[in-house]
């Protein structure tokens, strides 16, 4: 399982784990300011645009980014999502966007979640595969700053953005329910917990942490 979250202390630090069984010959890809970006359904990016890094699947033509930060601080991953993503047919009163093209294009423009959040009212992430050996994979989006996050969802019905509190992400189910899945952690903590199981006898505390262990029931 993937997963993409934010540490934010004297400054902000944003990574993800790739749990795969197989590789795409990933590697650390720079995009360069000025680097002509080219899309599908709108006009390319051919003049000044923010610098980015991250890692992308080796294929030297375009960043095809798995997850990547531009020079403004802005940090963005897909994380896959399958079973419930649901890319779109062509709108012409949206900016139509293909999936692969979603995260060289937010952080080629913009410098903060806000931004993003403003601009993401009027994109359509349509349905269109970089080729036919590699089609889109099923996914959804964790877009971070160092004061704030968004969870990106494409839904069958609409481009549901959620705001992340946690600034973390991870596979499936969607983001309302990863959040609600918290509620079955509440018991958990740093301190030493009391022996609410069997009060009439004595049980060890017998490790540091313990108030940490989940539960499986």
Request: charged content about 20%.
């Amino acid at each position: 399982m993937c997963s993409a979250a934010n540490y934010t202390t004297k400054n902000h630090y944003f990574g993800r784990n790739f749990d795969y069984e197989i590789s795409y010959n990933e590697q650390v890809m720079i995009t360069p300011r000025n680097y002509p970006l080219k899309f599908r359904k709108i006009n390319d990016i051919t003049t000044t645009h923010y610098a980015i890094i991250g890692i992308s699947a080796g294929i030297n033509e375009y960043p095809l980014y798995y997850d990547a930060t531009n020079e403004k601080g802005l940090s963005m991953a897909g994380l896959n999502f399958a079973g419930y993503t649901k890319y779109h047919e062509y709108d012409s009163n949206k900016l139509n966007i293909t999936p692969f093209e979603f995260i060289p294009y937010i952080l080629s423009k913009y410098e903060s979640v806000d931004d993003v959040k403003e601009a993401l009212e009027n994109i359509n992430l349509v349905n269109i595969n970089y080729s036919d050996k590699l089609p889109l994979s099923p996914l959804h989006w964790i877009i971070s700053d160092s004061e704030s996050s968004i969870t990106v969802e494409c839904l069958k019905d609409e481009l549901k953005v959620y705001d992340n509190p946690l600034g973390i992400l991870t596979n499936n189910p969607p983001f309302d329910l990863q959040m609600f899945n918290l509620n079955n952690y509440r018991r958990v903590s740093n301190k030493t917990p009391s022996n609410d199981f069997l009060k009439d006898y004595n049980l060890d505390v017998y490790s540091r942490g313990m108030g940490g262990y989940g539960y499986s029931w």
